[in-house]
């Protein structure tokens, strides 16, 4: 079935390491996003990309940094991570003229 | 930017009873409403959306409304069943800036 596939599932580590999560998918949609979600805020857009050259940040892109490295592919990369990066962390796909967004199945990730 | 506000935050309801969540935006370009059903452990997908060209949408128990001039869009959730319980999602976009701002979401309960 065509999805959208994030990796790692769950990552636990420590203050000051880099990490990255990775996010491809086989819907066919040129559009994918990167969201985190915190309890009581809701789901905050990090980055999105309407193509593989098309990078643009969301509401709260400090602190992160994102690659498009094809139609399929896009990830998302924490340089330092911080404790205040703890949270679910959710890839969506859409396709351009249809604004309905296909999510993955989100990143769980622990800064300690 | 846009800003959803979404209410209540949670929301207990007997089994068989209605639930009615609330949101409202700011921009006033935005024509594109939809409404995220996320299951506890899941991700959120699409249950019902709406475009500025209408004023309601039904799809069997549930419906939306929207009101322009107020700026205000509500979820309608009729005969309840436990299969309900689930955090709810309200968004908005406009053609042309189209990603999509999310409301901090509900967490409704049914109560059995």
């Known amino acids: 079935d065509a999805d959208v596939t994030q990796t790692p599932r769950n990552r636990i580590t420590k203050t000051g390491k880099r990490i990255m999560l990775e996010c491809s998918q086989t819907?066919?949609?040129?559009?994918m996003y990167w969201y985190r979600q915190d309890p009581g805020l809701g789901l905050q857009l990090i980055y999105y990309s309407f193509d593989v050259k098309d990078i643009n940040k969301g509401e709260i892109s400090d602190g992160y940094s994102v690659s498009r490295q094809a139609q399929a592919k896009f990830s998302l990369s924490l340089e330092s991570a911080i404790p205040n990066q703890t949270a679910l962390y959710f890839c969506?796909?859409?396709?351009?003229?249809?604004?309905?967004?296909?999510f993955g199945a989100g990143s769980r990730l622990t800064v300690l | 930017g846009e800003n959803v506000e979404q209410h209540p935050s949670t929301l207990s309801v007997q089994e068989g009873d209605s639930a009615v969540i609330k949101c409202t935006y700011s921009?006033?370009?935005?024509?594109?409403f939809p409404w995220y059903k996320q299951e506890l452990g899941k991700r959120p997908q699409l249950i019902i959306d709406i475009r500025s060209n209408v004023g309601e949408k039904k799809d069997q128990r549930i419906a939306v409304t929207l009101n322009k001039t107020a700026k205000h869009f509500s979820l309608h959730i009729t005969e309840t069943q436990p299969e309900d319980s689930a955090v709810y999602f309200c968004?908005?976009?406009?053609?042309?800036?189209?990603?999509?701002?999310f409301g901090t979401g509900t967490r409704l309960t049914i109560i059995p």
């Open positions: 921009d006033s370009a935005s024509n594109y």
């Open positions: 819907k066919g949609h040129d559009r």
């Open positions: 968004a908005a976009s406009a053609t042309g800036n189209e990603k999509l701002t």
């Open positions: 969506a796909t859409s396709s351009s003229g249809a604004n309905v967004l296909t």
